[in-house]
């Protein structure tokens, strides 16, 4: 059974049938859709419709008289109206002299002259036609109004009575308008329709293109259709809508034998059982695709033109033997296409692919093996050649130039892109490049310097990290034997001594202190580099922290004679701070002052409203003439005083400049001679 259905399935014999059969449906498909395209105008809807009243044919039919209607009494209004020019717009005849100044264009334009020169020559040149454009217009309206009267008085099948309040055009009075059959009223800004079957008709929108200007407050239409009209309209609708079902049914019946028919064709087309995957082409195959899709589209449109040749009286009887040639041309060109995509050639066996291919192989073999060099003449001077060989599909040519342009000036933004990252910090991006050109090894050899580059950084960091503890655990082992060195000096001290011995004591007293001291800051600036602090960002007031600082430090600003002045641009500024780690900052710049500052000098503290963040500025005069650059003073260990004769450790700055950048800002100095000047920008809440 297995093998009767096969042998059945895929025959020839059973091939050719099926095949006949959609040519077959498709032929009467068309016929269907033709005749109700000749006989109804293409309106399948009208099988569908209930009655002559509300089905599309009424509005078709209404529309127009409608519109006349409207027009005469919404624009037109009368004649007189019309000769005083109030139907013409300052846009319509903007409109004529641009018309006429396009004319003037295409015979004396002067290219020499401004655009501005130009129309005014226009404007001398054409000014007798220029002041006719409005009587032209007036002319045109009065012919257009004169049409819709004439149309209006040999129209037998309505009767009409309209009225703007002052003109009233009518071949019957208002009040007998409801002594006909069927009939429409606009009046106060109501509508009414009779018979009332009228208001269910789904095309009623249609009227209000031709009732948009009618004034509901002045104008009244009144439309009325007589017996014979309505006769003979509802007839033919009849006829339609018989016609219409009659060639739905039909063209539902051969569309369910077209679709299974030809789903079964693309199924078994090319192939001799259910099991073979090897597709079989035959002569017609070897047509090129893009030849084979192009004869398709000539096919259809000689059909077309050959349908639209006939009158449609006759185009009934030539319909079938017309289309079924022509169908089965399409069908088997449709077919052969199929049978290129089952064997995965449906690009390849097109003219364009393999002139291309020839170009790319070409040009590859000797893009491989040049230099950049020879990479640019090959594309300055291959391009023009590939585009006057290739004229006939230029625009596809041009499609593949953008597109390989397009390759790699998207390799080289990537590039770009990425070394961009890598120069901004980010080290473990990695440039990834498609293919194997000379932008994928420019992109393999930056990756690899990214790479000995986050080594050397990892390398960097441990060493850091390394110094860091080392620091920290040895100022943490010093303090120690320190304490107890300070405790016995302090006990020494409580003891009765001779004086040369209290002298040393006192010596090493100093030193002690002073060994304590840059324990600590040593401490402190490991702390604060490496990140080990915690922080608590909250609201501060800046002003009152400072203020309360300087308060507490009174006691050394009067001992050096200092002069604190502050200055504050607003009232209340608030930070975003740690308000202990923020102290402790500014507690070093003040540190730093008191040990460095001139004695009986002025100290400058401002607080500035820098938008979205708050600039504190500390400025004073250094005792000591500054040798050295802002970048040094940054640096640990480093004193602005060279002889190293005053009490710091050098670390003040550099603590200061961690702490600030904890709390999300940025710590600067400058140096300007003698002036000192400390920056701290931090986030304004």
Known sequence: MDTKLKNYSHSLITKIIVFVMVVISITGALTSVIKVEVINDGYFSTAVEKDYFTSSAYVRKVGPILNDLSTLISEYKSEENILKGVTISDEDIKEEVDELFYEYQSISYKPELSEEENYNNFKKVYANEISQAREKLIREDIKEYNVILQRLENNKDFVYYVSDGVNTYKNIEKENINNYPSYIKFENYRQHFYPEDINSNNNLGYFAEFTEQFDPDSDVIYLGYK??????????????????????????IFLLVFIPSFIYLV??????????NNVSLNFI?????????????ITIAIWIALIEAFDFMYITKVIVPITVPFASIVVVLLLSLIKHYKNKTLLRNTIIFNIIYVIIKF???VYNSGNVGVKTVLVVVGYPILIAMTFFMFPVTIGVAAWFAYKKVKSFNAIKEGVERIKSGDIN?????EGKGQFSQLAENINGITEGLKNAVDNELKSERMKTELITNVSHDIRTPLTSIITYVDLLKKEQHEPKVEEYIEVLDQKSKRLKMLTDDLFEAAKASSGNIPVNLERIDILSLITQGLGEVNAKIEALDLNFRINNSKENLYITADGKLLWRSIENLLSNIFKYALRGSRVYIDIEDKGNE?????????????NVSADELMERFIRGDESRSSQGSGLGLSIAKSLIEMQKGRFNISVDGDLFKAMIYLPKQ
């Open 227 to 252: 017996d014979e009209f309505l006769n003979t309209e509802i007839n033919k609708w009849k006829k339609n809508k018989e016609v219409a079902t009659k060639n739905l049914y039909i063209l539902g």
């Open 429 to 433: 991006h990695i440039i990834e490049i």
């Open 614 to 626: 708050v600039l504190i500025t500390f400025k004073n005069i250094s005792a000591y003439e500054l």
């Open 285 to 297: 195959d070897r047509l090129y695709n893009d030849v084979n899709f192009i004869l398709c589209i």
């Open 363 to 365: 040009v590859r073999n």
């Open 267 to 276: 199924i078994v087309i090319g192939r001799n059982s259910f099991n073979n």
